[in-house]
C-alpha cells in the first residue's frame, strides 16, 4: 500500500532534505506529493523552466526508495503571470474581481491562462513524463475548492451564451425551457443572456442551475485539458485529483471518469469547528468518494494535526488522527497520504500543523504517524486494499446527482433548510445500524441492490423516475425523503400530481406542504404508538394505496400522513414527508432494512464495524472495530460476542 505525505521541500533549505528523508523512511513512507503549488519554482520567467530543485529531491527521495506524485502547479498562478494579465483572475457574482494573493483565483474559461497552464503541464511531462521515479500526477488542486467554481467575469458570460447555443440550439428552445414569458425574459439575442449576478429579485431557477452546470463543465474541461497532455506525453504514469466533500459547481462523477484513480482530501475536523466529528461524518465523505470514483480511490490528503488558517479549533486528541486513518482504510482508500510533513513557519497555512512540529522536531504526532505506517502494515495483511467487506446486495444505495444539490442550493424552500444537514440525517440513521453505505450518482445506482436510499430527491429526470419504478416493480425497496420529484431536468415544477409522476409507486398524493422555521417543530404520531417530531419540512400525504407510519399531530393538516409505505409490484416504496428526530428515523430506517432482508445490527453510539474482505480461520469474516469514543466501550460483534472498544481504538476481530 501507498502509505506517505505531501512534501514541500522548496519551502525548506536543502541542508534539511536528508534529515526529512530520513524521518520518512523511519516511519514506512513509500510515497510522496510534491510540487503542486510550485509554478514559479518550475518557471521562474515565462517560458523558462528550471527542474533542477525538484530534480535533486527526487533523487534523493528515489536513493530511499519514495515514489513520488507529481503536481501540476496551476491551483496558484505566479505573480508575474497575473500582473501582465489581471483579467485570469476570477470575478465574484457581485461583478468585483478578486485579488491576487490567495489561491485558486482564476477563471476557468480564460483562454489565456488554459494556455499558461498548457505551457506548463507540457514541460512537466516532456521532463517527468517516462522517469519510473514519477508514478503518477495530481492534476491542479481541489478543482472548485474555496469559493473558485464560478466565475462571473464576461468571458464567462460571452462562454455562457456559447454554451447555452450548444445545449439548446436556438433562442425559441431556451426561451421555452425557460419559461421567459414570464417578467418579459424572452431572448432575442444570445449576448442579452445575463450571468446570475445580482438582480432586483431574483433570476429565472433554470437560469441559475444552467450557470451551475456550465460552471461544472468548464472545470471538467480544464481538468481534461491537462489529463489529455499527460497522455499524450508520458508513460506508465497514472494520473489522479484530490477532490473534497461536495457542493461546489463541479461534477465530480463526470470529472472521475478522466482519471485513473481518484484522489480525496480527508479532514475530519478543520479551522474553528469546535468539536470531534461524529463517526458517521467523516464515514459519509469517504463513501461519496468511493461512490462517485468508480475506480480506486486514495486519499491524496489526510489529517495529522489541528488545521486553520487563521483560526483553528478541536484538536484531534492522541490516537484519533490514526483512528481516522483506519477509518479511511476501512472505507476503502488504497493509499493514505499525510498532510502535510512539517508544519510551515510562514505563508498562509502556518496553522495546518504536519507531520513535523515548526521547529522540525519529531513529536507527539510523528510518533502518531509512525504508529499509523504499521496499522498500514497491519491492514495490508488482513484486508484486499479497496475491497469492502460486503457484496453489494448487502449495502445500502444512496443516491446522489449534483442537480439535485445545485437546484436544492438555488431554491432551498425552507430557511431551515440545508442539503447537507437532511443528507447527513438519511446517513446518519442507517450509519447507526450498522449498514455499510454506498453514496453512487443515479447510473449506478439501482443494479444488483435491494435498499436505495434517496435523500430529498427534488430534481429527478424522467429516466430516474422510471428506474426507481422499475426498481421497486422488480423487488427493490426505496427510502425517499421529502419533495420527491417536484422538479424536472429544467428546473420547472412538474405538471403532475405529487410525488412527480410517483404517485401510484409511493401510493401517496402530496396533498399540501409547508416550510417550517428553525423554532419551529410538529409532533407525529406513530403507528407503534410512539410520538415523535418533524422538523425542516412537511408535506402532508394523503395516502391512495399507502399504509401510514407516521401522522401529523400538528401543523396545517392534522391527521395527514408524514411517513408512508406502499406495496408496488414485488417491492416497496418509504415516503419520509418531513425531517424526522433521531429515534423516529432509526425506527423507519431499521423497518425498511429488514424489509430489504438487511441485517441492523444496532451499534453503541460512536462505534463503526467495518468486514473486511478476509474470512478468519473460523470462516467468519474480519471485522474492523473502531471506537470513535474517549471511553472504553463494549462491542457485541456479529458471531464474536462481546469485544472491549479502548479509547479511540481499533481492533481487528477474528484476525
Ligand atoms: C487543503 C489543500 C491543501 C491545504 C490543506 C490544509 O485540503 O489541498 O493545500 O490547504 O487543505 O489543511
Ligand atoms: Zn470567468
Redesign the pocket.
Given at each position: 500500500m501507498r502509505f506517505g505525505v505531501?512534501y514541500y521541500p522548496e519551502q525548506w533549505p536543502k541542508s534539511r532534505w536528508d534529515q526529512d528523508i530520513r524521518l520518512m523512511r523511519e516511519a514506512g513512507v513509500n510515497t510522496v506529493r510534491l510540487g503542486?503549488?510550485a509554478w514559479s519554482i518550475f518557471e521562474p520567467e515565462e517560458g523558462r523552466f528550471e527542474f533542477g530543485l525538484f530534480d535533486e529531491v527526487i533523487e534523493k527521495l528515489a536513493g530511499a526508495g519514495i515514489a513520488v506524485i507529481l503536481g501540476t502547479p496551476t491551483a496558484t498562478p505566479p505573480a508575474l503571470l497575473v500582473a501582465k494579465d489581471p483579467t485570469v483572475l476570477l470575478v465574484r457574482q457581485d461583478g468585483r474581481r478578486v485579488s491576487f494573493g490567495g489561491r485558486r483565483e482564476y477563471c476557468f474559461s480564460h483562454q489565456g491562462y488554459r494556455g499558461h497552464s498548457l505551457r506548463v503541464v507540457r514541460a512537466l511531462a516532456d521532463h517527468y513524463g517516462h522517469d519510473p521515479r514519477i508514478i503518477g500526477w495530481q492534476i491542479d488542486?481541489?478543482l472548485g475548492?474555496e469559493g473558485s467554481d464560478q466565475c462571473f467575469c464576461e468571458i464567462c458570460r460571452h462562454e455562457f451564451a456559447n454554451w447555452l447555443k450548444r445545449k439548446y440550439g436556438t433562442l425559441d428552445a431556451l426561451n421555452e425551457a425557460l419559461g421567459a414569458v414570464f417578467w418579459n425574459q424572452t431572448y432575442s439575442a444570445w449576448d442579452q443572456i445575463p450571468l446570475p449576478w445580482p438582480t432586483i429579485g431574483q433570476h429565472n431557477p433554470l437560469l441559475r442551475l444552467e450557470h451551475r452546470r456550465f460552471a461544472a463543465s468548464q472545470v471538467t474541461s480544464f481538468l481534461k485539458m491537462q489529463v489529455e497532455v499527460l497522455r499524450q506525453r508520458t508513460s506508465g504514469q497514472f494520473v489522479t485529483h484530490?477532490f473534497?466533500q461536495p457542493g461546489p459547481a463541479i461534477d465530480q462523477p463526470a470529472m472521475a471518469r478522466e482519471l485513473d484513480i481518484v484522489g480525496f482530501?480527508n479532514?475530519p475536523v478543520?479551522g474553528e469547528s469546535s468539536e470531534a466529528p461524529e463517526a458517521w461524518q467523516p464515514a459519509l465523505a469517504l463513501d461519496f468518494a468511493r461512490g462517485f470514483a468508480n475506480r480506486p480511490f486514495w486519499i491524496i490528503?489526510q489529517?495529522i494535526g489541528a488545521?486553520g488558517w487563521d483560526v483553528l479549533g478541536y484538536l484531534p486528541r492522541p490516537g484519533q488522527a490514526r483512528l481516522w486513518a483506519a477509518q479511511a482504510l476501512g472505507h476503502g482508500a488504497e493509499a493514505l497520504i499525510f498532510?502535510?510533513w512539517r508544519s510551515a513557519v510562514f505563508g498562509t497555512?502556518e496553522f495546518?500543523h504536519g507531520v513535523l512540529n515548526h521547529d522540525a522536531s519529531p513529536g507527539r504526532r510523528y510518533e502518531e504517524f509512525k504508529a499509523i505506517g504499521k496499522l498500514v502494515k497491519e491492514f495490508e495483511q488482513l484486508a484486499v486494499p479497496g475491497s469492502a467487506g460486503t457484496p453489494e446486495a448487502g449495502r445500502v444505495a444512496f443516491g446522489w446527482w449534483p442537480d439535485n444539490l445545485w437546484a436544492w442550493q438555488i431554491q432551498p424552500q425552507s430557511r431551515s433548510f440545508s442539503f447537507q444537514r437532511e443528507f447527513d440525517r438519511f446517513y446518519q440513521a442507517f450509519f447507526a445500524l450498522g449498514a455499510e453505505i454506498d453514496l453512487l450518482p443515479d447510473d449506478r445506482l439501482w443494479q444488483g441492490r435491494k435498499l436505495v436510499v434517496l435523500p430529498v430527491p427534488m430534481l429527478m429526470r424522467q429516466e430516474q423516475r422510471e428506474a426507481l419504478r422499475a426498481f421497486v416493480e422488480r423487488g427493490g425497496v426505496v427510502v425517499a425523503g421529502f419533495r420527491v420529484g417536484v422538479k424536472d431536468e429544467s428546473n420547472r415544477v412538474v405538471e403532475s400530481a405529487l410525488p412527480g409522476g410517483l404517485e401510484d409507486v409511493f401510493g401517496v398524493k402530496v396533498d399540501d406542504y409547508e416550510a417550517l422555521d428553525a423554532r419551529q417543530t410538529v409532533n407525529l404520531h406513530l403507528a407503534n404508538g410512539d410520538v415523535g417530531a418533524g422538523s425542516v419540512w412537511c408535506d402532508y400525504l394523503l395516502p391512495i394505496t399507502a399504509e401510514v407510519l407516521a401522522v401529523y399531530a400538528g401543523g396545517a393538516r392534522p391527521g395527514l400522513g408524514a411517513v408512508t409505505i406502499n406495496r408496488f409490484g414485488k417491492g416497496l416504496a418509504y415516503y419520509v414527508g418531513t425531517a424526522l428526530d433521531e429515534k423516529t428515523f432509526s425506527f423507519i430506517a431499521k423497518e425498511a432494512m429488514l424489509r430489504a432482508g438487511l441485517e441492523p445490527f444496532v451499534l453503541p453510539p460512536g462505534v463503526e464495524v467495518r468486514r473486511l474482505a478476509l474470512a478468519s480461520r473460523s470462516g467468519l469474516p474480519v471485522y474492523m472495530v473502531m471506537n470513535h469514543k474517549p471511553d472504553e466501550v463494549a462491542v457485541n460483534v456479529p458471531g464474536y460476542g462481546e469485544v472491549v472498544g479502548e479509547p479511540y481504538g481499533v481492533q481487528f476481530v477474528g484476525a
Open positions: 505531501d503542486e503549488f488542486n481541489e475548492h484530490n473534497i482530501d479532514y478543520w490528503e489529517l488545521q498532510f502535510r497555512e495546518c
